[in-house]
């Protein structure tokens, strides 16, 4: 065989052995990024399920220590351990929206603001009287009400003044930095559960301005958890069963 034609085959050999080495190299890291892939999603649903655990712990927990007479005097010693299992979940949150592409200002603020709500009940012995404090001082002026999103009535003015958790509520969307989704209407959201449910502060319900604080607040984290927290994790577990190679931030 002619020396040029030998010299010709061994390079293309060569070339072959060559590309099969970078097919094989091409394999291995897609093999590695789906690995990857599926470890985030399962911690994902991991760490979802801690953070709703969680929440919904502080819930019940709170709701339990509203019923008992000085409960807020107990609630550090009583809720610390599932507000660090929140703390410690919606962290593995945050790595696993960031790794899979879900990070954004929605997930953020609905995060941050139950964050809030659960340390509210959390330092229930503090805020409790604080809020009290809040409510006289709206009674006398309803300065604030020009901050809500909606207008309401004069006699409903009087029982949002004095509701514990709409306080909250108010405080919490006070927080959110400009330009930064704030959930617009989540004041009204809640203010027209509490009316529903607050018959002018007469009726008895986990709504009502006659409820303790922590009553009150341990129904604002369980309302929020079910409303905006669940449904958000859940657009989240199913954007990425939909795909997990176009992912773009949740609203």
């Avoid at 020009?146 to 006070?174: I, N, T």
Wanted: aromatic share 8%.
């Amino acid at each position: 065989m002619d020396v040029t034609v030998v010299d010709a085959l061994s390079a293309v050999f060569s070339g072959l052995a060559a590309l099969g080495g970078i097919v094989a190299v091409i394999v291995a890291v897609r093999a590695l990024t789906i690995a990857r892939e599926a470890a985030s999603v399962e911690q994902l649903f991991l760490a979802t399920g801690d953070t709703l655990a969680a929440l919904q712990e502080i819930g019940r927990l709170g709701s339990r220590l509203g019923q008992v007479p000085g409960g807020e005097a107990q609630s550090r010693d009583v809720i610390s351990e599932a507000f660090e299992r929140f703390l410690a979940a919606r962290a593995r949150v945050d790595l696993c929206f960031e790794s899979l592409g879900l990070a954004g200002d929605y997930p953020e603020t609905v995060l941050t603001l139950a964050h809030n709500y659960a340390a509210g009940v959390l330092q229930a012995d503090e805020f409790a009287g604080i809020s009290r404090d809040i409510a006289a001082d709206d009674l006398l002026d309803d300065e604030w009400v020009k901050e809500l999103s909606w207008k309401p009535s004069g006699p409903d003015v009087l029982v949002l003044a004095q509701s514990a958790s709409f306080q909250e509520v108010r405080q919490s969307l006070e927080l959110i930095p400009d330009g930064v989704v704030r959930l617009e209407g989540l004041d009204h959201w809640w203010g027209a559960r509490i009316l529903e449910h607050d018959s002018y502060g007469h009726a008895r319900s986990v709504y009502s301005i006659d409820a303790t604080y922590l009553t009150q607040t341990a129904r604002l984290i369980d309302d929020f958890t079910s409303e905006y927290v669940q449904p958000m994790f859940s657009a989240g577990v199913r954007q990425v069963a939909r795909s997990r190679r176009k992912m773009k931030p949740l609203q």
